[in-house]
Nanobody
Framework: VQLVESGGGLVQPGGSLRLSCTTS????????IGWFRQAPGKEREGVSS????????YYADSVKGRFTISRDNAKNTVYLQMNSLEPEDTAVYYC??????????????????WGQGTQVTVSS
């Protein structure tokens, strides 16, 4: 399984970015894709997840109402639309894959496959 993130960059506070996670190699069709982030000196935390089979989604409280996760199964790609970005959103963002049966959550141990990460910096 491979996951490749793209779309990170530098944005001003209040701005928007869209991250993409393109996947390949999954052997089941009920897998979940999660977005996680890690800021310098902090633990990795879950942001949002989606089950690609039925489109169900989950969000951390810190991003509810600002971030939207979606998928395009024809392109094997999951997106994270991030609006109203704040300096506290600055981190390396990772997408990860879980083949647990119809999983939908952000427990790190449930995710077996990880991308290389993409940097998001929110600064004026």
């Amino acid at each position: 399984v491979q996951l490749v993130e793209s779309g990170g960059g530098l944005v001003q506070p209040g701005g928007s970015l869209r991250l993409s996670c393109t996947t390949s190699g999954f052997t089941v069709d009920y897998y979940a894709i999660g977005w996680f982030r890690q800021a310098p000196g902090k633990e990795r935390e879950g942001v949002s997840s989606i089950n690609v089979s039925d489109g169900s989604t989950y969000y951390a409280d810190s991003v509810k109402g600002r971030f939207t996760i979606s998928r395009d199964n024809a392109k094997n790609t999951v997106y994270l639309q991030m609006n109203s970005l704040e300096p506290e959103d600055t981190a390396v963002y990772y997408c990860a894959g879980s083949e647990s049966y119809y999983y939908l959550g952000l427990e790190l141990y449930e995710y077996d496959y990880w991308g290389q990460g993409t940097q998001v910096t929110v600064s004026s």
